[in-house]
């Protein structure tokens, strides 16, 4: 167990629907990073936020938006969702902004019909 | 995007068998991660390497740092059942001003042992 907890851990709707991924980071760990993983594109940086503040940007479509509240837990909105956004959605936290000591969560897996 | 070439893609192997798998780049980097990835979770850091030629061992499992700095490689002894998931090479990029600030994974390794 990580300590790093994401739900729901299985998300299945509609295309052209909205859904919120959510994730709570390890105690103590101030910044959230964001992944996808699907079988074509492999495992992709999304976003990372720090402490509240957004601090890197990867391939995150602009149907796609996340935020990370005061208590330092994240979520991951994705809307008018496509077949293709199809796939796993992993969360990551880490002390301090050090991206090589990471700890990932379960994953949510997102199935869009 | 940065690429990293992982290979082999697959591996199906005995169990008590040794593995090696590496990842190669056309870039040069600062700091390799081995990352695996059992079914059904998250990937979990395995080995970080910080400099060039460095040889480090978690257990049976030993990964090296790359003189040339653009590939790393992870060698696991004496195979068992558990090993059997996906491994992942991992590098961090560099913003302009040096700090690093995101990993970009290579496409990993799916290893099977055969009991």
């Known amino acids: 167990d990580s300590g790093v907890t994401q739900t729901p851990k299985h998300l299945i709707t509609a295309t052209g629907q909205r859904v919120t991924l959510r994730c709570s980071p390890r105690s103590g760990d101030l910044s959230v990073y964001w992944y996808q993983q699907s079988l074509d594109q492999g495992l992709q940086f999304l976003i990372q936020?720090?402490?509240?503040?957004?601090?890197a940007k990867g391939n995150i479509l602009e149907r796609f938006s996340a935020q990370q509240f005061p208590d330092l837990h994240s979520e991951l909105n994705l809307s008018s969702l496509e077949l293709g956004d199809s796939a796993l959605y992993f969360c990551a936290s880490s002390v301090g902004g050090r991206v090589d000591t990471q700890y990932f969560g379960p994953g949510t897996r997102l199935t869009v019909l | 995007g940065q690429q990293l070439n992982q290979s082999p893609q697959s591996m199906f192997i005995q169990e008590g068998e040794d593995v090696s798998m590496n990842c190669t780049s056309s870039?040069?980097?600062?700091?390799w991660l081995w990352y695996k990835q059992d079914p059904g979770e998250g990937p979990v850091l395995l080995i970080a390497?910080?400099?060039?030629?460095e040889l480090t061992s978690n257990g049976r499992l030993t990964a090296q740092f790359g003189i040339t700095r653009k590939d790393s490689f992870l060698n696991i002894s004496a195979s068992i059942p558990s090993d059997v998931g996906i491994y992942f090479c991992a590098v961090p990029l560099l913003r302009g001003g040096g700090s690093n600030y995101k990993l970009t994974f290579g496409k990993g390794t799916l290893l099977t042992v055969n009991p």
């Open positions: 870039s040069i980097f600062n700091t």
């Open positions: 936020y720090y402490n509240g503040e957004e601090r």
């Open positions: 390497l910080y400099k060039a030629g």
